[in-house]
């Protein structure tokens, strides 16, 4: 395990806020063979690892008995690496889930390629009424339909509908375009202090010891997120040993296959704030919760009184964690968005891609990087509530690590032969409601923390919604 430090963990060590004098605790090793791309990938996904990782560290350091230093970290590529394809290497029972729906994909244009997200029906079906098409439509007829029209045509009449389908642009296209200039003038991600009309005193978390480390415990957290980045933080935070409490509306729900993936460590409960009872249930949850994780576009929790100025009254010393595909800033600041989409939108696609057809990422990377800057975001808020209270607000957006991919983060290393690289030394496994899985371990690792989580996934909506006690982790330490 080398202790060469990236580029890319400090730029986004000091996005964060964090102490410059401890990424020394950092050290990387592994395979060097994991997430081939023309852009540097690897990079991006051992940098958001590694920062992740150091928080966790961090945090732990400060709730020890009697203090302490704070712990190494290990970086692994391998495990980062497998870590990045973890609803690929999903398996229940042997079967493995499906990522994309048949509607979910590229498709050649009048002028160019769009690509569509169709994965919840609620969206292939907005898709479908926006192009005109009955709902039993099938692949070739959508493809006959897209083709004799106009790319940014196909994007603005199935966004108007609610749908989701993006353009295929060219980074200097994306760049000249609005949104894209607005992302590109924002940082990596934003951590601030909020405070409401009385001051919050500094939050001395409980002292901590035993083995796993686990620096999350007794912290409990709020999960309104979908697929991909923000269940992958708060899978993370579970890890940690926080209290996860998902919330899916039973009129919205999420993919089961999705919360195999990123449900382990959580609790799901089925709650519809548009209920009285059910938003009597949340607000009392949310009185007790110390740190609340979105992932809707924009706009669509404010009504239920979840703005960061309403929450910094409401619930003063909350961490308020908000992720977006496109910010909330920008002609797009309210559009729906996904890892794919972004993708195609901001360049990625077409650097990835060849002369013939665009391409993509070998992993949902966008999704992953920013789920564990998220985590990371909301462990160094943690951290600095210990020291001098507050609130915090933390937001990232997909659109803002596509750029910070892009045009941030050194160039790929072709020097060298790759190491060969393994997944399976990366996976477990584990009985659970729906079966036997196997899963990618997680990459989040530092000396004496928690090598796996503490319960598998559950189903979706199974569990009641209140406040429980988080057991300790299984699996042994690292």
Request: charged share 20%; hydrophobic share 40%; net charge negative.
């Amino acid at each position: 395990m080398t202790h060469v430090q990236s580029s890319g963990t400090e730029q986004a060590w000091a996005a964060l806020g964090g102490d410059p004098t401890l990424l020394g605790r950092i050290g990387f090793g592994g395979p060097t063979g994991a997430l081939p791309a023309r852009l540097p990938v690897l990079e991006l996904a051992r940098s958001t690892v590694a920062v992740c990782s150091l928080a966790a560290a961090e945090l732990a350091a400060r709730r020890m008995r009697g203090g302490g230093p704070v712990p190494q970290v290990r970086v692994d590529d391998g495990a980062v690496g497998t870590a990045f394809l973890s609803e690929r290497h999903l398996r229940i029972d042997g079967r493995a889930p499906t990522t994309f729906a048949p509607l979910s994909r590229f498709w050649r244009t009048a002028d160019g390629w769009v690509r569509t997200h169709a994965n919840y029906p609620h969206h292939r079906a907005r898709l479908l009424t926006a192009l005109g098409l009955p709902d039993d439509t099938g692949v070739d007829t959508v493809a006959a339909v897209l083709a004799e029209r106009r790319s940014v045509e196909i994007e603005e009449t199935v966004y108007a509908a609610g749908g989701l389908a993006v353009a295929l642009r060219t980074p200097e296209e994306w760049a000249a375009h609005e949104q894209g200039a607005a992302i590109a003038a924002r940082p990596l991600l934003t951590l601030e202090r909020t405070e409401g009309p009385e001051p919050v005193t500094p939050r001395r978390l409980s002292p901590r010891s035993g083995s796993p480390l686990l620096p999350a415990a007794g912290l409990r957290v709020l999960d309104l997120t979908r697929v991909l980045a923000g269940p992958v933080a708060t899978r993370t935070l579970a890890l940690l040993g926080a209290d996860v409490l998902r919330i899916d509306a039973p009129q919205l729900p999420e993919s089961q296959d999705a919360h195999n993936d990123t449900g382990f460590g959580k609790r799901s409960v089925s709650l519809d704030l548009h209920d009285r009872a059910g938003r009597a249930t949340f607000e009392e949850l949310l009185a007790d919760a110390d740190v609340l994780v979105t992932g809707y576009r924009p706009g669509a929790l404010e009504a239920y009184g979840l703005a960061p100025e309403a929450l910094a009254v409401r619930r003063p010393g909350l961490v308020l964690a908000q992720v977006s595909a496109w910010g909330r800033y920008g002609p797009w600041h309210e559009r729906r968005g996904f890892d794919s989409l972004v993708q195609v939108a901001t360049g990625v696609a077409t650097l990835e891609g060849s002369a013939g057809a665009p391409g993509a990422l070998p992993a949902q990377a966008l999704d992953h990087g920013t789920g564990y800057l998220l985590a990371a975001g909301v462990l160094r808020a943690l951290s600095e509530q210990h020291d001098d209270g507050g609130s915090r607000l933390l937001r990232l957006a997909l659109g803002q690590t596509a750029h910070w991919l892009c045009n941030g983060l050194p160039e790929q290393s072709a020097d060298g032969a790759a190491e060969t690289y393994d997944p399976e030394k990366h996976l477990g496994a584990t009985g659970s409601a729906m079966g036997r899985l196997r899963y990618a371990l997680p990459p989040v690792s530092f000396a004496g923390g928690p090598a796996d989580w503490s319960r598998p996934p559950g189903l979706l909506g199974a569990d009641s919604p209140v406040w429980g006690v988080t057991a300790a982790a299984t699996g042994g330490t690292r």
